[in-house]
């Protein structure tokens, strides 16, 4: 599982002004913009789990992002 300081190092490799995506399903590849993000600090199942909200879009994308 990644974690959120591992996130931020990959990202800070781009340009900060560039667009954020969400790419899901590798055999039937979609792409989301981020709507947010969220924790959830009174459900004790997941305490430490930050989620990456999908937003709207859902066009298609392409599954050579998961090849490299």
Do not use: H
């Not at 931020?8 to 899901?24: A, K, N, Q, R």
């Not at 792409?31 to 305490?47: C, H, K, L, M, T």
């Not at 999908?54 to 490299?68: C, I, K």
């Amino acid at each position: 599982m990644m974690t959120v300081r591992e996130l931020i190092e990959m990202l800070e490799e781009f340009d900060g002004d560039c667009p954020v995506m969400l790419g899901v399903q590798p055999n039937y590849p979609l792409q989301y913009n981020i709507a947010g993000v969220w924790q959830d600090i009174i459900v004790e199942e997941y305490p430490d789990v930050v989620y990456i909200l999908q937003g709207e879009s859902g066009q298609y994308f392409t599954n050579r992002a998961w090849e490299d």
